[in-house]
């Protein structure tokens, strides 16, 4: 009898252990690439099927590059191999199959990074910029990938947004304003709030999860103030981004930082949405972050609560002043 349970236990165990090893095997696994205009895919993260990671190289530096695809090692493809077909995700929802052409130096910035060709054209390309714009996105494997809404910066919502964040705007302007050690802002702090602040990105996805329902929202916004004499004609701004997570129902969580700079922007970064994917219970954004000297493809878990990033690859860059 004590035998006839022990079987009946470990054959119980055994069954429990195919099934989760079944499981496993059908999880979701996939890589993503920024996708160029000129048809040149820089692949930055895996998911296979638990977690994020980076199997191709972030950078040319001390990588040879491979002569054919047949010569990329299989390790650089991520977890669903070489052999998965890659696809093209545009904005509006097309999804154009790619074919592979050869790996190719891609040139961003003052840097490099291993690259494949593929047959895209997006349009033409200015030779001339230190980097590519990006059309979307390329992917390898078994995920679909949902849009972030681009809204209207002109629409009573974003004057409500205007609204919700001024208070934080002021005091993260206090900080920036404040972080500088030879150098006093010109306006006082009571003179910077009578200048209106003005949003200049404004994206935003709803999502619906064990975890609740809530929106996720990221902002960029700007307060300007008149040139001074010795601003040759290029006068200070505030420049403010980050993320309004809402859960349904509840008080917003603003998580949002400044920075304190001329009209030139240097220094400032910028974000280009890709898209968003939902895994089980987690809710991912997919986008680049950009300054004029540098570029960041990134991959952030969104919560009800907050936004974490969990991959972030830099695509290329140059140093402080290298392209001034």
């Given at each position: 009898m004590?035998?006839?349970?022990?079987?009946?236990?470990?054959?119980?165990?055994?069954?429990a252990l195919?099934?989760?090893?079944?499981?496993?095997?059908?999880r979701?696994k996939?890589?993503?690439?920024?996708?160029r205009?000129?048809?040149v895919i820089?692949?930055?993260?895996s998911?296979d099927?638990r977690?994020?990671s980076?199997?191709?190289p972030?950078s040319?530096?001390g990588?040879?590059?491979?002569?054919?695809?047949?010569d990329i090692?299989?390790?650089w493809w991520?977890?669903?191999?070489?052999?998965?077909?890659?696809?093209?995700w545009?904005?509006g929802g097309?999804?154009p199959p790619?074919t592979?052409?050869?790996?190719?130096?891609?040139?961003?910035f003052?840097s490099?990074h291993?690259?494949v060709?593929?047959?895209?054209r997006g349009g033409?390309?200015?030779?001339?910029?230190?980097t590519?714009?990006?059309?979307?996105l390329a992917?390898a494997g078994?995920?679909?990938i949902?849009?972030?809404?681009?809204?209207?910066?002109?629409t009573?919502?974003?004057?409500?947004?205007i609204?919700?964040?001024?208070?934080?705007f002021n005091?993260q302007?206090?900080?920036?304003?404040?972080?500088?050690i030879?150098?006093t802002?010109?306006?006082s702090?009571e003179d910077?709030?009578?200048?209106?602040i003005?949003?200049?990105?404004?994206y935003?996805?709803?999502?619906?999860t064990?975890?609740?329902?809530w929106?996720?929202?990221?902002?960029?916004?700007?307060?300007r103030?008149?040139?001074?004499?010795?601003?040759?004609?290029?006068?200070?701004i505030t420049?403010?981004?980050?993320w309004?997570?809402?859960p349904?129902?509840?008080?917003?969580?603003?998580?949002?930082g400044a920075?304190?700079?001329?009209c030139?922007?240097?220094?400032v970064?910028?974000m280009l949405?890709?898209?968003?994917v939902?895994?089980?219970?987690e809710?991912?954004?997919?986008y680049?972050i950009?300054?004029?000297?540098d570029e960041?493809?990134?991959v952030?878990?969104?919560r009800?609560?907050?936004?974490?990033?969990?991959?972030?690859?830099?695509g290329g860059?140059?140093?402080k002043?290298?392209?001034?």
């Amino acid at each position: 009898m004590i035998r006839t349970g022990r079987c009946l236990a470990v054959a119980l165990l055994l069954a429990a252990l195919a099934a989760a090893g079944a499981r496993g095997a059908e999880r979701q696994k996939f890589s993503l690439a920024a996708l160029r205009r000129d048809g040149v895919i820089i692949p930055f993260a895996s998911f296979d099927g638990r977690g994020w990671s980076l199997h191709w190289p972030d950078s040319d530096v001390g990588v040879p590059l491979p002569i054919s695809l047949a010569d990329i090692p299989k390790k650089w493809w991520g977890p669903q191999g070489p052999d998965a077909p890659w696809t093209a995700w545009l904005p509006g929802g097309e999804t154009p199959p790619l074919t592979l052409r050869k790996p190719v130096h891609a040139k961003v910035f003052c840097s490099g990074h291993p690259a494949v060709a593929t047959d895209y054209r997006g349009g033409p390309i200015d030779l001339r910029e230190p980097t590519v714009v990006k059309d979307g996105l390329a992917v390898a494997g078994d995920v679909t990938i949902q849009d972030i809404t681009s809204v209207s910066v002109h629409t009573p919502d974003a004057k409500r947004v205007i609204d919700l964040i001024t208070g934080e705007f002021n005091k993260q302007e206090k900080l920036a304003a404040e972080h500088f050690i030879n150098w006093t802002h010109p306006f006082s702090p009571e003179d910077r709030k009578q200048f209106p602040i003005k949003l200049e990105a404004f994206y935003r996805s709803t999502e619906t999860t064990s975890r609740g329902k809530w929106t996720t929202t990221y902002v960029e916004a700007i307060r300007r103030f008149p040139p001074r004499p010795v601003d040759r004609e290029c006068g200070l701004i505030t420049f403010v981004r980050g993320w309004i997570t809402q859960p349904e129902g509840k008080a917003p969580v603003i998580n949002i930082g400044a920075r304190v700079t001329y009209c030139d922007r240097a220094e400032v970064s910028f974000m280009l949405p890709f898209g968003r994917v939902v895994l089980e219970n987690e809710a991912y954004w997919i986008y680049q972050i950009s300054s004029w000297r540098d570029e960041l493809y990134t991959v952030s878990r969104v919560r009800p609560d907050a936004v974490r990033p969990m991959v972030a690859v830099a695509g290329g860059g140059c140093p402080k002043d290298a392209i001034r």
